[in-house]
């Protein structure tokens, strides 16, 4: 059975740099949760960050990751992408399934760096570094593409 990378916020851990959870509520979510297909990370814990923490942004001039003060948190982002691949690698886990819109986890929208909430097309650097090595990552607003993909593997 294919394991599936889960953002652990999704998972319903209290992760969020607001010490929140966005626990997916959906039938096929529950599903493959039941069946146990779910290895959760939350890459910017893994990167040693707390929870709370200052929302960050990808800055789209320098690419690093700030907060709004532009405080420089891009080597925890990146030490937490490479944990989650190595988790990935681990498990031997072919498929993701990533938070929207966040700067590690952010699949196919990420907020544009202005902390006004506008959000541009773009990756976060947890998406990116799995794309990069293979994984297919799909948003919490995937999951039926997912299931299609999963349906003929
Ligand atoms: S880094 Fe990913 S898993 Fe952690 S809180 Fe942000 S979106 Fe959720």
Redesign the pocket.
């Known amino acids: 059975m294919e394991k599936i990378l889960i953002?652990?916020?999704?998972y319903g851990e209290k992760?969020?740099?607001d010490a929140d959870h966005c626990l997916m509520k959906d039938d096929l979510f529950q599903r493959w949760k039941d069946e146990g297909r779910f290895i959760p990370?939350?890459?910017?814990?893994a990167g040693g960050l707390p929870a709370p923490r200052p929302p960050c942004e990808c800055d789209p001039k320098s690419g690093k990751i700030v907060d709004k003060d532009g405080m420089d948190y891009s080597d925890a982002f990146k030490s937490g992408a490479q944990i989650a691949l190595a988790l990935a690698q681990e498990h031997k886990i072919r498929f993701a399934l990533?938070?929207e819109r966040?700067p590690?986890?952010g699949v196919h929208m990420i907020y544009d760096g202005t902390f006004t909430s506008q959000k541009i097309a773009g990756s976060g650097l947890?998406t990116k570094l799995l794309k990069d090595h293979g994984l297919q990552v799909f948003s919490e607003f995937d999951l039926d593409r997912l299931k299609s993909v999963l349906d003929m593997v």
């Open positions: 953002s652990a916020c999704l992760v969020r740099y990370i939350c890459p910017e814990m990533l938070k966040s590690s986890c947890t």
